[in-house]
T-cell receptor, first 115, second 113 residues
Framework: ETGVTQTPRHLVMGMTNKKSLKCEQHLGHNAMYWYKQSAKKPLELMFVYNFKEQTENNSVPSRFSPECPNSSHLFLHLHTLQPEDSALYLC??????????????FGPGTRLTVL | GNSVTQMEGPVTLSEEAFLTINCTYTATGYPSLFWYVQYPGEGLQLLLKATKADDKGSNKGFEATYRKETTSFHLEKGSVQVSDSAVYFCALTGRNRDDKIIFGKGTRLHILP
């Protein structure tokens, strides 16, 4: 399944670095999501974009900055991260229109390690 | 608020065994219920879903029935295979446009040959 792709698949960065995660969906969907998956914790919804408008910011620290230039692309810009931000970051998309109650399609994730 | 509780893992079974992974929920109104599966090194993918009471979702030999009276959506499979080894997530969404999707913590399943 290559409907939702994420790059890079693995990223190691220092706390002072700036990096970006990229997500692209080829499904013609209108809603896109960022999730954080940490060991032994529930999946955490971070951001939701519906028709390129941000509709959800789930109390995410400002060191995470999303960008959605069009319905097919979603970025997560990272700066001055902390070691506890190390996790698997998952992107998802859904048809949209019904908000976040649609069935979601996930990418493979970016494994982020902050040193 | 809405919540999902699923059984702690890991669950270890032999090939061809019967599988049940329990999931119960708390929600106002009539949520939609989902099971997602995450294979090693991959993202989550939808396994099955049910959108109203007494609906049965099924896919790849897995089944789950939306039981409103017991607020449950247990995942079952009659004969598991090694390739079913993965992490399984129960989830729900409310009916309102702004309702969030809520995931359970996930249950890791190991199937031994």
């Amino acid at each position: 399944e290559t409907g939702v792709t994420q790059t890079p698949r693995h990223l190691v960065m220092g706390m002072t670095n700036k990096k970006s995660l990229k997500c692209e969906q080829h499904l013609g969907h209108n809603a896109m999501y960022w999730y954080k998956q940490s060991a032994k914790k529930p999946l955490e919804l971070m951001f939701v974009y519906n028709f390129k408008e941000q509709t959800e910011n789930n109390s995410v620290p400002s060191r995470f900055s999303p960008e959605c230039p069009n319905s097919s692309h979603l970025f997560l810009h990272l700066h001055t991260l902390q070691p506890e931000d190390s996790a698997l970051y998952l992107c998802a998309s859904s048809p949209g229109g019904q908000g976040i109650t649609d069935t979601q399609y996930f990418g493979p994730g970016t494994r982020l390690t902050v040193l | 608020g809405n919540s999902v509780t699923q059984m702690e893992g890991p669950v270890t079974l032999s090939e061809e065994a019967f599988l049940t992974i329990n999931c119960t929920y708390t929600a106002t109104g009539y949520p939609s219920l989902f099971w997602y599966v995450q294979y090693p090194g991959e993202g989550l993918q939808l396994l099955l879903k049910a959108t109203k009471a007494d609906d049965k979702g099924s896919n790849k030999g897995f089944e789950a029935t939306y039981r409103k009276e017991t607020t449950s959506f247990h995942l079952e499979k009659g004969s598991v295979q090694v390739s079913d080894s993965a992490v399984y997530f129960c989830a729900l969404t409310g009916r309102n446009r702004d309702d969030k999707i809520i995931f359970g913590k996930g249950t890791r399943l190991h199937i031994l040959p």
